[in-house]
């Protein structure tokens, strides 16, 4: 079975991969690592083809160490253990390295089984993932290892490797190459940052070419049908869903609305309509608050227009609700107020309600005041009368400070001038 032209062309030498120049690049710190010849354990993270198998793989073919490879998604205790049990043989007096793939998918007794072994040096561990290795893998390991970030590759960066593929292909199938301008920058930029992407959509262009007079004719049309939507990065249940709700919920209080917008679109483009939709909801309350708060029900109205409607209509009140948060006033008050509120109760529990609180009931025999001697605010000019309504405990604390807009500070002054006229009718 011929392998995939991504695997066929794979870089065999430092200098062939594309990209990753701020580890790779000369006198940069992996490559002296590399090139010294003494392998530490190590932790390869970033995004799907950006190199990080591919440098795994030329380290061990310029090593004496037996490679073995492991992926996480299907290695049990027992494969572990048996690459343990070569280190006692002749295969492993030079060492065993273990390339272990996708390790986030290892549980905590699996990556725990390694520890002795790769902490006596019998076996070399690099391993790779996709996501926040920090949240994903066992702190053991990753104090016994040294993590290093594969970013994503520039279109610039990309477009030799396609280049290069697509005349390899063309050789391939005994044929000379043809591209139609744009198609090699298409496909370098359309593909989100991953070069075996690129080269997977280099091979399908090739395959779905026309031939005339020996040339493989590769058009423009082409590589946009085959590029369309590869572009998108984004794992519902990884770092890449979380930064993207991060990144909106960021530039929305930043008021950057095209911003905003941008990272709307890449969830709107992937389909994830729900969690666009909650993040929106949050953001209504957390960011904007009572600096505008017709913003909550606007934006719970636009959210519930989007779920009634699906996509792609959906994106039209999400927009709206999108760049109303975007260009609203905000303030922050009240959820600062709500935190320190719970920070109480989580530090004091819950005292004991004033008296003139509580439901009516019949007071004990030993109660020093009988009688709830509530005061009815109604009863009262513009329905306020001073009274404690915080437990003692707590009868001092300022949880709200008004924010500095315009819809607070009315508030403010509404407030100063009832409690003025109240403290001047006493006098």
Aim: charged share 25%; net charge negative.
């Amino acid at each position: 079975m011929l392998a995939p032209l991504a695997d066929r062309i794979r870089p065999k030498t430092l200098d062939d991969i594309v990209g990753q120049t701020h580890i790779l690049g000369a006198g940069k710190p992996l490559r002296r690592i590399i090139e010294s010849g003494r392998i530490p354990n190590m932790i390869f993270y970033g995004s799907s083809g950006v190199g990080k198998t591919t440098v795994a793989r030329i380290i061990a073919e310029n090593t004496k160490m037996k490679m073995y490879k492991l992926n996480g998604t299907s290695a049990s205790v027992q494969d572990i253990k048996d690459i343990i049990a070569d280190t006692e043989t002749l295969e492993g007096y030079n060492g065993i390295l273990l390339y272990l793939d996708e390790i986030q998918y290892l549980n905590k007794k699996q990556q725990q089984s390694l520890l002795e072994h790769i902490e006596n040096g019998k076996i070399t561990l690099i391993s790779s993932t996709t996501e926040n290795p920090y949240f994903y893998v066992y702190n053991a390991i990753i104090s016994r290892s040294t993590v290093f970030e594969f970013l994503p590759v520039s279109a610039d960066e990309i477009k030799p490797a396609v280049e290069r593929a697509f005349r390899i292909a063309a050789e391939e199938m005994g044929l000379r190459a043809e591209i139609e301008d744009g198609v090699v920058e298409h496909i370098a930029r359309g593909c989100g940052g991953d070069v075996r992407k690129s080269i997977n959509t280099v091979e399908l262009c090739s395959l779905s070419s026309s031939v005339e007079n020996g040339a493989m004719k590769v058009s423009l049309e082409t590589a946009k049908l085959l590029t369309q939507r590869s572009n998108m990065r984004y794992d519902r249940a990884g770092d890449e869903h979380y930064d993207t709700l991060s990144a909106l919920q960021k530039s929305i209080r930043g008021s950057d609305e095209n911003a905003a917008l941008h990272y709307a679109a890449r969830l709107l483009e992937s389909g994830d309509i729900i969690s666009l939709c909650r993040r929106l909801l949050v953001i209504a309350a957390e960011d904007v608050g009572l600096a505008y708060p017709l913003a909550i029900p606007i934006v719970k109205a636009c959210v519930d227009s989007a779920l009634q409607l699906g996509l792609p209509e959906a994106r039209i009140p999400l927009g709206d609700a999108v760049v109303l948060l975007a260009t609203s006033p905000k303030s922050n008050s009240a959820y600062l107020a709500v935190d320190a509120a719970i920070a109480d109760i989580r530090e004091v529990g819950s005292p004991e309600f004033p008296r003139h609180l509580q439901n009516k009931h019949l007071d004990g025999e030993g109660a020093a005041i009988k009688g709830q001697h509530y005061l009815y605010p109604h009863d009262f000019p513009n329905h306020w009368v001073e009274q404690q309504y915080l437990p003692d405990a707590l009868k001092d604390r300022v949880y709200y400070e008004y924010g500095e807009n315009r819809a607070e500070q009315s508030a403010k002054a509404y407030w100063e001038q009832i409690k003025k006229m109240n403290s001047e009718s006493k006098k």
